[in-house]
């Protein structure tokens, strides 16, 4: 595990400190040999994946690259090259769902 992104963690106010560490989590458990950095000041996973910490929730970021307009639809957002899913709590976190949307992703090179 990376110090930064363990630093960048602890500094979040509760609950979002307990949804970052959630879903680093799920991503490191999901896809243990995947690269965890601090990029553009968040905590990045791979080039694929992100976690943004924010004022009333957390950002779970995922790049689009390679996905279908139906694989982009489960994603909330705008953006050209990444989507998200907001969670607003540690219930809202769906592990499975999670997983499965960790895993449409890396099976897009």
Do not use: A
């Not at 458990?29 to 990045?44: A, F, L």
């Amino acid at each position: 595990m990376d110090e930064k992104v363990t630093n960048y963690i602890l500094k979040q106010n509760s609950p979002q400190k307990e949804i970052c560490q959630m879903l680093r989590d799920i991503i490191l458990n999901t896809i243990p040999s995947i690269k965890e950095e601090m990029k553009y000041g968040v905590p990045y996973y791979g080039d694929k994946y992100y976690i943004v910490g924010l004022k009333t929730h957390v950002n779970l970021g995922f790049s689009i690259k390679g996905l279908t307009m139906e694989e982009i639809k489960l994603l909330e957002g705008t953006g050209k090259t990444t989507r998200h899913i907001k969670v607003s709590s540690k219930e809202d976190i769906n592990k499975e769902k999670i997983k499965d949307l960790l895993k449409m992703v890396m099976d897009k090179e």
